[in-house]
């Protein structure tokens, strides 16, 4: 074997890895929930490229699913169906502030909807870790601005507790305070029902998926990888589909037919 076979090859299996066509699409009658974190105006190297999706990258991508025939739907709207084949729900984790800037505009533009998981309690930014205080990540919305994002008409307020804590490593009252003090503090604030929520970290299990139940929720989304098949009986641990800022369209479009990338 020479060495351009070997290399032609190699290629070959690490390109089937990395986007594998050759895995079994999951029907259309199932929905796909997409995952995104921030959508920044341009590239940002300082951002990490798992959380950050250009702007430009995101307009293509829901360009794509409107030209495609997809139904957009909030995560509630889910729940309600009955729901038509090729059915997306876009989510947003966090409450970054170009969620409104960046991301908005790109959802009217093409008529789309979205479910936002705001964490309740916002003075200080991300950290690299994930929490409050430290090195910021990137600016969260402000009150104002989430109005503002609600008020757009296409935008669905879900809670991702009150301080991005994970719950799987949280006691049982510690738990119960995040799921209900958030959901009430977003509802005060906005004056709109909350009934959708995140865990942080994509971290549950079955006793958190009750406590969400119990606090008044509808509905729970994970960061598992995958496409939930049954909305109903998994409505409180919903898995999604993460769309990064190393995607291109071809992973785009591998993802949405197979649910996720491996």
């Not at 909305?231 to 641990?237: G, Y």
Request: with cysteine.
């Amino acid at each position: 074997m020479t060495w351009g076979l070997i290399a032609a090859a190699l290629l070959t299996g690490w390109l089937s890895y990395r986007h594998p066509w050759w895995r079994r699409p999951l029907g259309y009658q199932h929905p796909r929930i997409l995952m995104y974190h921030m959508v920044p105006a341009e590239s940002d190297h300082g951002r990490p490229r798992g959380l950050a999706v250009p702007a430009h990258r995101f307009d293509r991508q829901v360009a794509y699913l409107r030209r495609s025939g997809w139904h957009f739907a909030t995560v509630s709207e889910l729940l309600e169906g009955p729901i038509l084949p090729k059915t997306v729900a876009i989510t947003f984790d966090d409450g970054y502030a170009d969620n409104l800037t960046s991301a908005l505009p790109v959802l009217l533009r093409h008529k789309a909807k979205a479910t936002v998981y705001l964490i309740a309690d916002r003075q200080s930014p991300l950290s690299e870790g994930g929490l409050p205080d430290g090195a910021p990540l990137a600016e969260l919305l402000s009150d104002e601005q989430v109005k503002e994002l609600l008020d757009s008409g296409v935008v669905e307020l879900g809670s991702h507790t009150s301080s991005h804590v994970n719950l799987a490593n949280a006691d049982p009252a510690r738990c119960q305070r995040e799921l209900i003090e958030s959901k009430h503090t977003l509802e005060r604030l906005f004056q709109r029902d909350v009934i959708a929520f995140a865990y942080p970290f994509g971290a549950t299990n079955d006793s958190l998926a009750d406590l969400a139940e119990q606090a008044g929720y509808r509905s729970a989304v994970t960061t598992q990888a995958g496409v939930p098949e049954d909305l109903d009986a998994q409505r409180f641990r919903l898995k999604r589909i993460r769309i990064s800022g190393r995607d291109n369209m071809i992973t785009f479009r591998i993802r949405l037919r197979i649910g996720r990338r491996r």
